[in-house]
């Protein structure tokens, strides 16, 4: 395999080979139309450009899919674009443009969705959101989620870096000079074979690292507040696709534990519930309510029991590291760490961070209405979890984060 080096932030450079990834340059004009700006991000099975569409005088984010693949987000897509009247479409990517691009590498997918400036763990890395802005968005995903359940789908990988900002339609008033003055040149680097030897027409000449344009997360108002929820690769709908535990890819910090204890199952809606939850934590708090940073799989899997309470016991028999963590009686082992309950957590992830940061905390009254709604969206059986009709329905959503959510939405002409 050639050697090219690491640039910290962009893509792994070896994946620009036949079946790979398609060598993209900012100046480019892909598909006679559409003028590469700047990179927006990069995952396993695509690039993500920030593009210019010359017909329609607006910026756009144009996804490129390695060679030869079926993007199985564009299907889901459509699926979704049905019911552009139903509470939630807003929040959800709409399929703009759909072609193939033809390269050393392959014939690759491409198309084009709205541009979003960052998704909310960039933002709100060591950051707050002021509370009303955090109600609101936290409402606004649930909606999201409630539009995409009734189209008979789960997405599957709910958590925030799949939860986008919106970008405001200012930014397609700017030329593309106006744009760079704004936000700066692209960060790219040249690539260079640690060989020595000439690169080949797989690889492009620079390597770019995505372009940040978000703000931090105490600085947003309510009218930044306008989340879009993306990435459906992982969407799937229980009706149609078998999609079992052992086939869940969400990270294990918002993995619905039944996708860990019944591998085998087939997951549904629940799923989405649970880590539904931990998102809706995370843009109230600083710290997540599990976290695998610097933790196992094992070890958080303590920590959700630690957290909520005792697993029930075909779970609880099924697990083969518990006697890691608890004893013959279910008590935590002699000397171990015991991660408090849910109640003590949130004061001390949420609450604590909060008044720290001189911003508003949630009253008794409040706290008491988010915790029992935490709770019923993170029960261990998944057929007892709120569904995302009752989440909408539940005191917090309607008592607190509705109004502020009505008050973040534009103006009707």
């Known amino acids: 395999m050639v050697d090219y080096g690491f640039v910290d932030g962009a893509e792994r450079l070896e994946k620009y080979a036949p079946g790979g990834f398609h060598p993209v340059l900012v100046g480019d004009r892909i598909h006679n139309r559409y003028q590469v700006v700047d990179k927006l991000g990069h995952g396993g099975w695509s690039t993500v450009w920030l593009v210019h569409d010359a017909q329609e005088q607006r910026y756009l984010a144009l996804k490129v899919g ?70 609101a968005m936290a409402y606004q995903l649930v909606l999201a989620v409630a539009y995409v359940h009734s189209q008979n789908l789960v997405h599957g990988d709910i958590h925030l870096r799949n939860v986008l900002v919106q970008s405001q339609s200012s930014i397609d008033k700017l030329s593309i000079s106006q744009f760079r003055q704004q936000y700066g040149e692209p960060d790219s680097y040249k690539v260079e074979r640690r060989d020595g030897q000439p690169l080949t027409t797989n690889v492009p000449s620079f390597i ?33 696709d078998v999609r079992l535990g052992k086939d869940c890819h969400t990270p294990v910090d918002f993995r619905p534990p039944e996708a860990l204890f019944e591998p085998h199952t087939p997951l549904s809606f629940s799923a989405d519930i649970w880590s539904l939850a931990t998102a809706i934590w995370d843009i109230l708090g600083m710290q997540a309510l599990f976290s695998s940073a610097f933790y196992s799989d094992k070890q958080v899997v303590c920590q959700i029991v630690d957290i909520l309470g005792p697993l029930h016991d075909d779970w609880y028999n099924s697990w083969k590291d518990r006697d890691e963590f608890f004893d013959d009686n279910r008590q935590p082992t002699e000397g171990r760490h015991v991660w408090p309950g849910i109640q003590q957590a949130f004061r001390n992830r949420v609450q604590k961070y909060r008044g720290e940061a001189n911003m508003e905390k949630l009253c008794a009254e409040e706290e008491a209405a988010f915790l029992d709604m935490m709770k019923r969206m ?25 109004s502020d959510y009505e008050r973040s939405r534009p103006p009707q002409v």
């Open 378 to 402: 993170l029960v261990y059986r998944p057929e007892e979890r709120f569904t995302v009709q009752q989440v909408l329905e539940c005191d917090w959503m309607v008592k607190w984060a509705r």
């Open 66 to 135: 390695v060679a030869d693949s079926l993007p199985r987000e564009v299907p889901v897509l459509r699926a979704l674009g049905a019911r552009p009247e139903a509470p939630g479409f807003e929040y959800i990517p709409h399929l703009l443009d759909e072609f193939t691009v033809s390269g050393p590498n392959g014939t690759h997918p491409c198309y084009t969705t709205a541009l979003a400036l960052c998704n909310l763990r960039e933002c709100s890395f060591s950051q707050l959101f002021p509370l009303d802005v955090a109600r």
């Open 208 to 240: 770019t690292v995505p372009l940040y344009m978000g703000k931090n997360a105490k600085e947003f108002t309510l009218q930044d507040a306008r989340i879009v929820l993306s990435d459906f690769g992982e969407a799937y709908s229980p009706g149609t």
